[in-house]
């Protein structure tokens, strides 16, 4: 894949800089390396005119210039494949400047290129040195340019860890008073070589910035003990806690930052512990702030060089009471532009949705991760089951493309995407055991193909589409083969000569499978046989593939991908599905994925739906879905004629279902449907995959059907239909989209026995309205009001 957005400008303009280091002593253990201040000045004249400073790092920097902080972008320069994609941000700073002597300084830390990183925490991902790289220049050349004469310094960061937190030392040094000062400044280590060479690495940003966006103030304050302060924010979130009334100097105060609290009233992690595997021993949560206080009137702690996901901060040490004015919750991610809004008659679905989009607004930091606190990966599971919901609710196109990009430089060789994206291992093995043995899940890897899909339905960007073919192509064609090349061992025992169809059954290697399903506790075990499963995912990724290939014009990959399409569905049927619409193996997961991707000939597909919804009532009227089907479950059966069990799960309570989370007190979604109950909490309790059901609320209740299949010529939503489908007792329901052509709205509501709908309808657009009696209505551009009898 080509990055589109390379501009050579971005190398010209750094072509005098080159990278440097601070000059670190001893090197602290992963987790408690400090911040290192830069710095340097240069001249400047008003006949100089408009400067610009373009800058990146390896690791997490704040540029500052005359002791102003340029910008308020967070977290720069965001997370990529370092190795090969490299964002420098650009910035005016003629504002900051004054005439003569200006100082430039740059604050480093880790950040996501060498701390500690995934389930593991491990560190040194990308390197084991942190390094910086600006350009300072006007119209007449440059003004100053990172090298040999810049100096560093250890900052009042004494620590700072994406995963474990920040300390911060307020009386050691405050730059904006002593940025003048000589002592303890030593010259930087000027880097060459290796990755410091490749410069083509050096991109625009296509994403928004992560920004602070919101600031939440306390619902509620305990003291639980002596000393200990207990801070209710009422909302899972990403992002830091901002500290005001820091008491006297050398007050040490701690905050320790959660998702839920303990019997006692404290702040627990537990549930979100990582765990390293050589060792079979739980490893601390982090996710921990230490400030020592200098005294200062005024001063404020706000930790801007780690995240945390919380909605408790647990407050220790504080020389006397906080108010709620000195404690807020800084919300932290992408800065996205919202899309979509929802709301119905019914308000726990209300709720629903909005537990859905902070679930999505906390595992937006810059990249698509699935949850903000234990791992905080990018997991390609995660987004490929999410995305379609995410592009309802806010413009993630710019944010799905930078993610692509990275997943094409990390892929392997041999088309294998590993399971996170960005890789701190880039696009080879790592080493790891079961890390390197998950590269190439099914259902995992196979975003390769379901992302850039979304993205054409949902944006029509042929060209997106044309940028991600290579690593579409890549991840089909190893799936293929790794079906051609082994039989899995229990098949091949039960029927020692295979039959034609098993060159297309793809039941070996490591998968994840359906994935944490109900009372099935995950088995992550590679001999296990998920053939069913990943059968299924070469068949859509690969009809999925051809129909790209359509659009590109390629009739030659067209055909090649549909033949492979048709082969994997023989293989997939003859192997799991009889005349009776029954599956071999079966689960509610394994039923819904054979409806949705269309692996059921038409003429038994009203028997495999009616088999479905019969586990539903032999499971007690309970969803039975796990990681990959769960979004998809409600739209199937809907679309089957099972309207009716789509809202009683919907709208059921208890364990496991939606409602359930929140009548336990969730405000995001939970990892595990039982995250919460009487034996405490476990997993993540920010995790949005589970949250794919939001997708349901604007398809099905409120109607706004995605287009399957935009125009050649690229351009979504030019076509659409909208359906409501009423149910569940809800009386009224709108919502409304900003696509590529405009504003779509939906609003509709049941009252003295008459069904009423108005929809809105951009210029540009034709649309369709089936109603609830069948009738189908043309709706050209404008407003457009429809009543018939209630249904």
Known sequence: MIDHVFNSSVSEALRQASWISPREGTRAAPGNRPAYWLRSSFVWRPGHGQVTVHATA???????INGSRVGDQELTPGFTSYRKRLQVQEWDITEFLDEGVNAISALLS?????????????????GTETAFLASVACAGGVLAATDGTWQSIESHITKADLMDGQSVDLRRFHFLEESTTTEGWLPVVVRNGGLYDHRERLIRPVAPPVRRLEYLSPTSIATPEPGLMVVDFGQNINGWVRLGNLGPAGTRVTLRHGEVLDGTGQVSTTNIQAFDFASKTALPAGQVDHVISAGRTGDVFEPRHTTHGFRYVQIEGSAGPLSPDDITA???????????TFECSDPRLNALHNAILWSFRSNACDVPTDCPQRERSGFTGDWQVFVDTAALLFDVSGFSTKWLRDLDADQWQDGRVPTVIPNPAGDGPS?????????????????????????????GNREVLAEAFPSMRAWVDYSARAAAARRHPDRAAARPTPLPHEQYLWDTGFHFGEWLEPDTPPN????????????AFLFRSATLL???ASVLGDSGAESHYATLAAHVLTAWQTEYLDGSGRLSEESQGHYVRALAFGLVPPKTQSLTAARLVELIRNNGNRLGTGFLATGLLLPTLADHGYLDVAYELLLSNGTPSWLGMLDSGATTMWEWWDGITSNGARGSLNHYSKGAVGSF???HIAGLLLPDHPEPMGTAYRTVTIAPQPGGGITSARAAVETTMGRISSAWEIERGKFTLRVDIPRGVDATVQLPDGTRHPAPAGRHDFIIPAP
């Open 110 to 126: 880790d950040g996501w290129f060498r701390g500690r990183h995934g389930f593991e925490r491990r560190a040194d991902g990308f």
């Open 524 to 535: 992550p075990d590679p001999s296990r046989d998920h053939g069913i499963v990943a059968t």
């Open 330 to 340: 800084v919300v932290v991610h992408t800065d996205l532009h919202r899309t979509g």
């Open 546 to 548: 051809a129909r790209t």
């Open 58 to 64: 390896h690791g997490i920097y704040e540029l500052f």
């Open 697 to 699: 609320l604007y398809t």
């Open 431 to 459: 080493g790891n055991v079961f890390e390197d043995l998950a590269t190439g899940s099914a259902g995992w890897g196979d975003a390769a193909v379901l992302v850039p899909w979304s993205l054409w339905r949902a944006y």
